[in-house]
């Protein structure tokens, strides 16, 4: 009994003895800070997002600590109401587009994508870098604004508030998101090429990793709907600025119109942010289960059926702002219907660990944890479809616990698995498994105790966005406070463990979870130009029991 | 009345069918979790890796028959959820009887309401149980939303727009009314209390209120009933001139002359509107010469002279 051949047909790699081909990304091209700064290399520019969407997820991260805080006692005591609204604008702004948003595909999708099709980069490598410089500038656009004075508007910036009554620093920080989705658009658009043009011979589209697929589906999302946003968003700039009116009602205008084009965006943008984890948890599970997936072109077309239905649901996030019943209900139907191809994912992820052979390594724990979380966020999704519900729950903490679990729960789980799981290959070092397993299931049970009394509150009608509230509901913020203290140890710790294990910890092989994949069958770091010679795929994916040889123990 | 009934009581037939719905599917959820997670910690246990469990393979066909079994029941579920939530959104949609309309103005950061009679009040709504409510909201600013979580209802009010709710209350008590879409500085403290009175409380309390029956609070009263606000109001889609503090200031006009606000000519133009058309606005002001009697013309002559002041003090 024995996995270590599992991957052994699949490629056909050619041994050289050429010196400078032999190094690793890593040390090829110099440590200079140019080398870094200036470098097309797609493995290069994943650690540099990784660097920047790091630094993002912790100023957003700060900005929810000073917003649980305040919330510990009903009085708004701790901050001013300004500073409250600023911080949960602040919290949202970067927390969705500097970090969720971007951070699997611009990260992992960087680092993995041209690995998985055995290319040598992705289709357009200045582009890829370009990207990461609108990233920044976006990113310090925003940055601009927090340290101006701030934005007290909500991630979302209703108008007429956003465009009229707001007196903090808009205009700049919705120039910063509208930068910051060229960059989206830029690694949509390379990694849609790179996989139509760039698999390597064998790799037919059903032979593809789900990760692909996921990135793939993701990236047609970010190009058909980014420029949406980017609309919206000028809009609000041109009737600050030059007071056009477009959303002013005393004009002629109408606020609706701001909400239509913005969730024609930001709901696909739901399945920008959770797909790629989707492709994560799908590669983890099957490694670690020893077991092909279950149901692979159930799981592809599920993934599409997710980006098609997903760009029709948007208006399920005004059913209550005076749209017609009629529209509620088409809306509603579909919002149903896109829960079916999720459904179908959960199912299959737990029939993939039905006859397996189940390790639980931490990328294993934030897998199977993410398969739960993103359970209930997806059930209580559900909830919000049916109109009746919405209309006492919209608004309320039961939206943002929610929303929390899509995202927090399943998207930060999926890429904190990603992260552990290809943290050999990237950086060529074992991370420490017992400190890491205790991360995770820290990180699972922070969240459940920070934000499952977020769905009771929000029953209960405790409306979102309230800097002070009523001291009926105190309880359920101090039990979410503290969990929320569990989970900040949990997202600090990987920092301190991860950046230990740089230095000292043991080198890794080329593939020491013996999984299969291209990107497992080239050295750990990779060397500069991914592999020796061009692999060939000869098989399905997820090979983890070729036919023909039973592994019965 | 205090705590957390004044949040969660169900006040409403809705209310509790709501929580019919709500309770359900939180049922139902609870099962699917626990089937999940079941599977999940079942298969992790019994397929971990040195279990003595079976690895036979399963014939394809029985896997596509799982496949296709749980896409179906998936998707007849789903339908079974949306055609009830949907058949009770559509039912709570009919009015039932004639309904006592109460206008709302939502205003950075308070509800104001204001009864048929006139009688006006701030963040507080007496309404009498067991009858017809239907609220007609506006917004003077920003979008708010109207929540009454006992009610289990929320309609947000949108500038430009005039939104209808309807409830019937059957349950008196004191409920809380909060504002529900963010609208700036103090969101949090635009709160108020929804009152579900007897019937004839309700007439009593309305006894003891003073209807503002000055000449300018009658103007406003005729300024909507006549039909005014329809065009020159805040939330107007008809495009005419605007009425705030246009009483004693320069108006251009279409043909070029420039005049002074004054009795005269707001009189004139309510009565002769074809005469001295505004600049940039088209003459489709229909005249109201005979339809609006001289006492209540000085009312609506009050009413735009009293509006800037007024606003002060409410402010």
Known sequence: MTDTTADSGAVETAETTDEALGRSYLSASGSTLSSWLFTIDHKRIAILYAISTTVFFFIGGAAATLIRLELLTPAGDLVADDTYNKLFTLHGITMIWFFLVPVIPTTLGNFLVPLMLGARDLAFPRLNLFSWYLNIGGGLLALAAIILGGVDTGWTFYTPFSSFYSNSYVSIAALGVFLTGFSSIATGLNFIVTTHTMRCPGLTWFRLPLFIWANYATSLIMLLATPVLAMALLLIVAERWFGLAIFDPTRGGDPLLFQHLFWFYSHPAVYIMILPGMGVVSEIITCFARRRVFGYTAMVFAILAIAVIGFFVWGHHMFVSGQSSYANLVFSFLSFMVAVPSAIKVFNWTATLFRGRITFEAPMLYALGFVGLFTMGGLTGLFLASVPIDLHVHDTYFVVAHFHYIMVGGMVSAFFGGLHFWWPKITGRLYPERWAQAAAIMMFVGFNTTFFPQYILGYLGMPRRYHAYAPEFQMFHVASTLGAVLLAVAYLMPLFYLGWSLFFGRAASANPWEATGLEWTTASPPPQHNFFSTPVVREEPYNYHPEGTPKDA | ?315
């Open chain 2, 1 to 315: 009345m205090s705590g957390l009934s004044s949040f969660i009581s169900a006040a409403s037939e809705r209310a509790r069918q709501t929580d019919l719905l709500f309770f359900s599917a939180t049922a139902l959820s609870g099962f699917i979790v626990l089937l999940v997670a079941g599977l999940i910690i079942g298969f992790s246990i019994r397929y971990r890796k040195n279990s003595n469990a079976s690895r036979a393979e399963l014939p394809p066909p029985l896997l596509r028959e799982f496949e296709t079994g749980w896409t179906l029941a998936t998707v007849l579920l789903f339908v079974t959820i949306f055609g009830w939530a949907s058949a009770q959104g559509f039912g709570a949609m009919t009015p039932a009887g004639e309904p006592l309309q109460i206008n709302v103005v939502a205003k950075q950061w308070m509800w104001k309401s204001e009864h048929p009679g006139g009688e006006r009040e701030i963040n507080e709504l007496h309404v009498p149980a067991d009858r017809a409510i239907l609220l007609s909201m506006n917004s003077q600013d920003v979008i708010h939303s109207f929540f009454v979580p006992a009610l289990r209802i929320k309609q947000d009010v949108v500038p430009g727009h005039t939104e209808a709710l309807s409830f019937i209350a059957d349950k008196p008590g004191t409920y809380a009314l909060l504002c529900a879409e963010y609208c700036g500085t103090q969101h949090s403290k635009m709160t108020g209390k929804v009152i579900v009175m007897e019937e004839e409380d309700y007439a009593d309390w309305l006894s003891h209120q003073e209807a503002d029956n000055s000449l300018a609070a009658q103007g406003e009263r005729l300024f909507t009933t006549l039909g005014c606000s329809g065009c020159h109001g805040h939330s107007a889609n008809v495009r005419a001139p605007p009425l705030e503090n246009v009483y004693g200031s320069p108006v251009a006009l279409a043909d070029g002359r420039i005049v002074e606000a004054d009795d005269a000519y707001l009189r004139d133009s309510i009565l002769q509107p074809k005469r001295d058309v505004v600049a940039g606005f088209k003459p489709i002001m229909p005249s109201f010469a005979g339809r609006v009697s001289e006492a209540n013309l000085l009312a609506l002559l009050a009413y735009l002279k009293k509006k800037p002041q007024q606003e002060a003090r409410d402010d």
